[in-house]
């Protein structure tokens, strides 16, 4: 299996949704025995809520239902996932942090850390981050359901052409 972890801060906007776009192409092309995905917050502000219901609408608006539970990243996730994708660049700094962490904690894995919209055709060089849509309008959940379904298509048809390849070997 290939285990893929979305990270954002909250884990009630920008993960979730990720994961339940990153579920959807999953279940649409037949990989469930292939391709594992989750996700989790940096912080444990909203741990064991469900997404938040703007983006939970959202998403129900394009057809995936959330089912995800809030839950805050822990040090081993870095053992237990290959790939860890963050939505933004202030949670690629806590997520780096922690990963030495498991490294000085003598805990085996040692997963790519990347960045999602490294994975979106359209962000610009100054599109780094997946933007917080918690306090902004309805807009902003669109807006990021359209630049994380579009990322999830283009870090899957990576993982189809790379990690998925070499297991059939
Ligand atoms: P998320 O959005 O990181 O995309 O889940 C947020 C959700 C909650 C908060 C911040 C961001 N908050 O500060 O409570």
Known sequence: MVN???VCLGNICRSPMAEG???Y????RGLQDKIFCDSAGTS???AGELADPRMMETARAHGIE???HSRKLVIEDFTSFQYIISMDGPNLDIILA???KAVQAGLHGSPKVLMMRSFDPEAGEADEDVPDPYYGGLNGFEDVYQMLTRACENFMDFLENSELKSFKK
Do not use: D, P, R
């Not at 192409?25 to 649409?28: A, G, K, P």
């Open 21 to 23: 776009a990153f579920q």
């Open 25 to 28: 192409l999953i279940n649409e």
């Open 66 to 68: 959330l089912t995800h």
């Open 4 to 6: 893929v972890l979305f």
């Open 44 to 46: 444990g502000f909203h």
């Open 98 to 100: 922690l990963q030495k």
